[in-house]
């Protein structure tokens, strides 16, 4: 059975590991033209390949019935604010930067966050939705706090 | 481009390596099945995604994409024989799953060889299995090494590229066995499908200068770009008597389609559809990957490519695309590098596992513990990885001239499979006839037999290929003819009962229902009326129907050749068919639950005396044994 549990995670993982293989491959080779001035189109073309990406990720928990592992969501965490310190110091940086492409990111990212947000809501519902980052609640010692009345999800 | 290309290519294998490991470390220590056919367990998703990049990498797309810029649309046209190639792999795949689940013939050499009770079938399974495991791998190995060595300015020696390869494909073969193989291969199949759809455009969105069908393809004078030269042309055949306009005919195109139908009817492909988990798989990797997402990259995307590549072939594209877009270049380079990696890979390790299940384990190392039967199928894919990058690196012209065998005799295992699939009255004489005649006209048509006759006797009045109808063509021609014949004198014989067995099980635990006459009629009618269009004598009207309309009495401002046209119709029109079979009367579609395991008691046949013998004079008496079953 372990073994079954074993297989099952790792054939998940392969095809998560394909999806994103495909799908950031070819945000590679549109965000880099992107970036060197080729035009908006190509970086939105980038950031519509990591959405279907993304999308695909979804479409594989779906299918399979599963979720965002932990390790998923970790990678993606630190990935997003790596991008988005790049984003920061390339804007302070770099000559005209700030001119010709910062709006241009920010408004992939936030097209991205976007996605991430509606996945979130359309999943779990908005109020399940922020309790997932609510770990403010899940410190409150008193047993009242875990009330169904009063909010409580334990 | 060169540092980046490598480190993209290392990249590949490190991630190969990384599932290769995860692999073995989840699998079930001990179990040889694990190892060698993955439980017969694989994930839909990878058989789907596989399978289709089997088939794309099979059909060797660089030496496709030379082909179609040596002659045209016409070479292109030979993809719409992927459809009818998908069509009879959906026909028997189904039957052979089955077979696999309920008389645990877990193998298509055990399935062939057991159910008509034949060693010599089983020597003639694994003899293709060999030559798409050695020749024809290693003929795309070679290709991608020289590739690689000129697109990094020989930086990378062809020598060093083929030893690296085989290398890098060994390690993920090794150490996670089939399951491992196949999950990298599904990886892998779906990068390369992105990146041929993204680098093509992106070559036509960078490169200055118009595409196709603006630019013409760069074919030699005196050959047709945009035409099918005629229906049949009664040439003598390749290196005898050159064909006017160029030699794929419409009789050209179709028996290139059962050459194709040899390709999705090899052993490991065969294997690949036995070893997966039941469900839809069976059914949308055929229907929606192959005949629908394959064929129709390569109708729609060879001409753009090739015409973007102009005279100077692939490596002048690579690099005029590297020169504006250095990761667009190294994209291009690796689709063109892992399009021939990819085949490499799976016809090695399911050959080299094939053989070991199937010819070492129950004929020469019968008494093996689970755990050594593990070490001997990884001794043999290091030998087998070892004789591939040998005979890249010192005969590729070996390698070349046996490649072309392994096509045309894998096509001769149709009506065997057929048999074993719908037709009963099939018999083991009929099929061993038809085999031995159908290799006969495949060996005598293709350059080993035509190399060896002429060498030790005299030269033949025809060459490879003659009336411009490929080997597969004339092989099929004879072997069908063979099996019917013989099987009306023989389809009552003693082995009657045996084959009925299973055809029985078929009947009472998976009828397959394909409607009632009008649509059983309609099935096969419209598939004949589909392939005489599409590929055969009427294909030739795809020449101007679209420019010159038969009853226009003038010429349509079409802007695209008439028969790129007619080709991606006809492709459209291809897909229904597959869904109808795989979908419709539901020959795609298998579920685990509710099959009983039926008893198999092949009849226990002597190990035929050469073999015996041969293993006596190396094992020194030790190594008679007998087979497992089915021989």
């Not at chain 1, 990935?79 to 709006?103: E, I, M, N, P």
């Not at chain 2, 060797?60 to 030379?66: R, T």
């Not at chain 2, 101007?544 to 080709?567: K, R, T």
């Amino acid at each position: 059975m372990q073994d079954d549990d074993a297989e099952s995670r790792l054939e998940r993982h392969a095809l998560v590991v394909a999806v994103w293989l495909a799908a950031g491959a070819v945000a590679a080779l549109l965000l880099l033209p992107g970036l060197g001035g080729a035009g908006i189109a190509w970086l939105a073309g980038g950031f519509a390949a990591l959405l279907a990406g993304f999308a695909g990720h979804v479409l594989v928990n779906a299918i399979l019935g599963t979720s965002f592992t932990p390790r998923e969501v970790a990678l993606a965490l630190v990935l997003s604010l790596a991008a988005l310190l790049a984003l920061v110091l390339a804007t302070l940086a770099v000559d005209g930067f700030a001119r010709t492409l910062f709006l241009p990111l920010l408004a992939g990212a936030a097209a991205l966050a976007a996605a991430v947000v509606f996945y979130l809501v359309t999943r779990h519902g908005p109020r399940r939705a922020f309790e997932v980052f609510d770990v403010i609640r899940d410190n409150n010692p008193r047993a009242a706090s875990q009330l169904p009345h009063r909010g409580g999800r334990k | 481009m060169t540092a980046l290309l490598l480190t993209l290519l290392v990249f590949l294998a490190s991630l190969g390596v990384y599932i290769a490991s995860l692999v073995a470390r989840t699998g079930k220590a001990g179990d040889p099945r694990g190892f060698l056919d993955a439980g017969a367990r694989l994930p839909g998703w990878a058989a789907i995604f596989a399978g289709g990049g089997v088939l794309l990498s099979g059909i060797d797309l660089p030496g496709h994409l030379a082909l179609v810029g040596r002659y045209g649309l016409q070479a292109g046209h030979l993809a719409l024989g992927l459809v009818p190639a998908v069509l009879a792999l959906v026909l028997v795949q189904k039957r052979l799953w089955l077979a696999a689940r309920i008389a645990g013939l877990s193998s298509p050499v055990e399935a062939l060889a057991g159910y008509y009770e034949s060693v010599t079938l089983r020597l003639f399974v694994l003899t293709v299995a060999v030559l798409f495991a050695l020749p024809l791998a290693a003929g795309m190995l070679a290709g991608a090494a020289g590739l690689l060595s000129v697109l990094t300015d020989g930086v990378v020696p062809r020598g060093a590229a083929i030893w690296g390869f085989a290398f890098a494909l060994f390690l993920p073969a090794v150490m996670g066995g089939w399951r491992a193989a196949v999950l990298v291969l599904a990886i892998e199949a779906l990068l390369l499908a992105t990146l041929l759809v993204a680098t093509a455009g992106l070559a036509e969105l960078l490169l200055p200068g118009p595409g196709f069908p603006q630019a013409a393809l760069p074919v030699p004078e005196g050959t047709l770009a945009d035409a099918i030269p005629g229906v049949a042309q009664y040439s003598a055949g390749i290196g005898k008597e050159t064909a006017q306009g160029g030699i794929f005919t419409t009789l050209a195109i179709l028996s290139d389609a059962l050459a194709l139908m040899g390709l999705t009817l090899s052993p490991g492909m065969l294997l690949l559809g036995m070893t997966t988990h039941g469900g839809r798989s069976l059914a949308f990797g055929s229907v929606w990957v192959m005949a629908g997402l394959v064929t129709g990259l390569l109708l729609a995307l060879a001409p753009l490519i090739v015409a973007r590549a102009g005279g100077g072939g692939l490596p002048v594209l690579v690099v005029a695309l590297a020169g504006e877009d250095p990761l667009a270049g190294a994209a291009l380079a690796l689709v063109l590098l892992i399009a021939g990696l990819m085949a490499t890979s799976f016809f090695v390790t399911s050959g080299t596992l094939l053989v070991v299940r199937d010819l070492v384990m129950p004929f020469i190392l019968p008494n093996l513990s689970p755990r050594d039967v593990r070490l001997s199928a990884r001794i043999a894919l290091a030998l087998a990885f070892l004789m591939l990058a040998m005979l890249a690196t010192f005969s590729p012209l070996a390698a070349a001239v046996f490649r072309s065998l392994a096509l045309p005799l894998s096509a001769q295992l149709f009506p065997a499979l057929l048999g074993l699939a719908f037709l009963r009255w099939i018999s083991r004489s009929a099929v061993l006839t038809g085999l031995v005649l159908g290799s006969l006209a495949v060996f005598m048509t293709e350059p080993p037999g035509l190399i060896l006759f002429e060498g030790l006797f005299l030269d033949l009045p025809w060459g490879r290929w003659p009336l411009t109808i490929h080997s597969a063509g004339w092989g099929l021609a004879l072997n069908l003819g063979a099996v019917l014949l013989v099987s009306i004198f023989t389809r009552k014989g003693d082995e009657r009962l045996h084959r009925d067995r299973l055809h029985d099980a078929f009947a009472t635990q998976a009828r397959v229902n394909l409607g009632g006459s009008a649509a059983r009629g309609a099935k096969w009618s419209l598939t004949l009326i589909w392939t005489f269009l599409a590929l055969g004598p009427g294909a030739i009207l795809g020449n101007s129907f679209f420019s010159q309309p038969i009853f226009a009495g003038g010429e349509a401002a079409l802007g695209l050749p008439s028969l790129w046209v007619w080709q991606l119709f006809f492709w459209l029109l291809g897909i229904p068919l597959v869904w109808w079979l795989a979908y419709g009367a539901g020959l795609g579609l298998t579920a685990e639950a509710g099959l009983r395991r039926e008893r198999w008691d092949v009849r226990a046949a002597p190990v035929p005396g050469w073999i015996a013998a041969a293993l006596a004079r190396v094992t020194g008496g030790c190594g008679r044994t007998s087979p497992k079953s089915g021989s």
